[in-house]
């Protein structure tokens, strides 16, 4: 602005246009309503459907209680084996702290194969071929 020109001020009985119907005004008024259609579509595509989702307890608490069960099962499992080699051949302790340990180990290896640490088992899977596993395989 010049140092001596004065503000142009609009003549009385002039109307200026309004701000609402200003060419400026209505796109910014489109891409609003552009904006909160998409603004819905993203809440609507966001919120989960309450019949998808889970009812049972939190991932983290179901794996530890599936992985404290394949343990103890393990351990269960080597007791009594024990017991009974303990009662059969009649070595009291011996057959009880050897399958125990045995127990233990076969409970270990089971969680770090539910965790994928270690590979699951082969057998069975490569084990002896049957007849109709051949190449004339009947379909």
């Known amino acids: 602005m ?18 609402g119907n ?9 891409r609003r309503r552009n904006l909160q259609e ?7 595509d966001k919120k989960p459907d309450p019949s998808e989702q889970e009812s049972g307890p939190p991932k983290g608490m179901a794996q530890a209680i599936r992985l404290s069960s394949e343990f103890l ?6 007791v009594i084996l024990g017991l009974g080699f303990d009662q059969l051949a009649g070595t009291s ?4 702290i050897i399958f125990l340990f ?5 409970g270990v290896l089971n969680i770090l194969r539910s965790v ?3 590979a699951p088992s082969q057998i069975g899977k ?13 379909k």
Not at 73 to 78: I, K, L
Not at 128 to 134: I, K, L, N, T, W
């Open 2 to 19: 010049a140092k001596d020109a004065k503000p142009v001020k609009p003549e009385k009985g002039t109307q200026m246009p309004e701000q």
């Open 22 to 30: 200003s060419p400026e005004t209505l796109d910014l008024e489109t």
């Open 38 to 44: 998409k603004l819905a579509r993203y809440q609507r």
């Open 73 to 78: 099962a393990g351990v269960v499992v080597g």
């Open 93 to 96: 302790p011996w057959g009880l």
């Open 102 to 106: 045995l127990g233990f180990s076969a």
């Open 116 to 118: 994928g640490a270690v």
């Open 126 to 138: 490569n084990g002896a071929s049957r007849q109709d596993d051949g190449p004339n395989k009947p």
